[in-house]
């Protein structure tokens, strides 16, 4: 199939826009806190209010894309963060910031079900192992960018510097003590803009392969009666649950514990996070290509756990650069546990990559759960709670049993092969 390389590309940038808007919420995390008077679970809930759209939209999304199609799809899902992003920064208020963080939530699980077929069609079959992990790079680096306008915004408003870009109009449009709130006139703008390229762009034809299609109420009845199914859900819910509860949680019990400014070097902290966790996937790959998955898996768990350990109970410079740290860990989790996952199923890939992506729903439940056991003794100890997920993840280490493993390079010939 001939490569459309402008399709490519705008899968590229909607890879970047969603990290963009996804990742942000641990930055936010302190500010948030300060401006809605928060206990620590109904800081939980926010993070809640997002993730619970994956768990909710990743399975009606792939039956409707199949319905409407890839475009039409794009269009409705950048129109809901468009529409989220846009009432929380007219209405600040934090019903409303609820309402608009699901609603984007939405957007985002709608826009991952359409992006990675779309991806295989238009960049060709041959060069989607190459063009996935270039997404998973753009993704990575909008992770580490979103964090910084975020502390640019808040830190020039702050300070009355109208004179910047942006910075004067953005002054004028939030509420006082409220300057993150600048944010969300972004993302509305991002949307917008992201709204009227895909209007533009001609979309090919995407014939499904079977294991991407979504399949049939049959095919997701057999698969819950398969356990490894059950397990790897709740391996990915494990997962997402301890990234979000890493990078959401960092900031605030960076000032919480060690008196860190959550705008400037809080705000970093997260930043350098998911930069590491994109450094991370670089190494992963090489890694993959030299030992088995199920090592890689158990030792760079081990590390995580470490890292995280040496957050919570370390000095600030230690803690500072701990948690951050955890993200390069944390890097070959994902990719690993779905493959597994994948490899553990003879049949019904569609639907059971549907099951894996409704397990994204852990980003929601284990926040509410930290913030919960937080408010009864303290965040430290709510944090701890993270040594149970990636416990979790560390397990499947061990009971993994593939049908098919990774393939690994055991000679240099197997380099030209």
């Known amino acids: 199939m001939k490569r459309n390389t402008i399709i490519v590309i705008l899968i590229l940038l909607t890879f970047f826009v969603i990290s963009f808007l996804t990742n942000i919420l641990g930055a936010l995390n302190p500010k948030v806190s300060e401006s809605y008077t928060l206990t620590e679970t109904m800081a939980g809930f926010l993070p809640f209010a997002f993730f619970i759209a994956y768990g909710v939209m990743s399975i009606p999304a792939g039956f409707l894309v199949e319905k409407w199609g890839e ?12 529409l989220g992003a846009l009432m929380f920064a007219i209405s600040p208020s934090f019903n409303v910031y609820v309402i608009s963080l699901f609603t984007i939530g939405a957007g985002m699980a709608a826009l991952q079900v359409v992006i990675n077929p779309l991806l295989r069609v238009s960049g060709g079959e041959e060069n989607f192992a190459f063009n996935s992990v270039l997404a998973q790079l753009i993704f990575g680096l909008a992770s580490f960018i979103s964090p910084q306008m975020y ?148 030792w760079f768990t081990i590390a995580a756990m470490i890292c995280v350990a040496a957050g919570l109970t370390g000095g600030a410079q ?18 690993v546990i779905v493959s597994l996952g994948l490899n553990s199923v003879s049949e019904h890939h569609g639907s059971f990559a549907g099951i894996l992506m409704t397990g994204i729903a852990g980003g929601a439940i284990v926040q509410l759960l930290i913030g919960g056991v937080s408010d009864l003794t303290s965040l430290k100890v709510g944090m701890v709670f993270l040594f149970v997920t990636l416990g979790y993840i560390l397990s499947i280490s061990f009971w993994a049993k593939p049908l098919v493993n990774n393939k690994t390079i055991k000679s240099f010939k197997d380099f030209f092969k």
């Open 71 to 82: 475009k039409k799809m794009m269009i409705l899902a950048f129109i809901f963060a468009f």
């Open 151 to 298: 502390s640019y915004f808040v830190t020039n408003i702050d300070r009355g510097n109208v004179e910047k870009p942006l910075i004067g109009i953005l002054s004028g449009l939030v509420p006082k003590l409220m300057s993150w709130v600048a944010v969300y006139w972004a993302f509305a703008l991002i949307a917008m803009i992201m709204i009227g390229i895909v209007i533009l762009v001609k979309f090919p034809k995407v014939e499904l392969q079977e294991d991407e299609k979504v399949g049939s109420k049959e095919s997701y009845l057999e698969l819950f009666k398969n356990k490894y199914v059950i397990l790897f859900f709740l391996g990915i819910f494990c997962y997402v649950g301890t990234e979000q509860g890493i990078s959401y949680w960092m900031s605030k019990f960076l000032s919480n514990y060690h008196g860190i400014d959550p705008d400037t070097a809080g705000a970093d902290a997260v930043s350098y996070f998911w930069g590491l966790m994109t450094i991370g996937g670089i190494l992963g790959l090489v890694l993959m290509k030299l030992f088995d998955s199920k090592q890689i898996l158990k």
């Open 318 to 335: 230690i803690s500072l650069w701990a948690f951050p740290v955890s993200g390069f860990f944390l890097s070959v989790m994902y990719p």
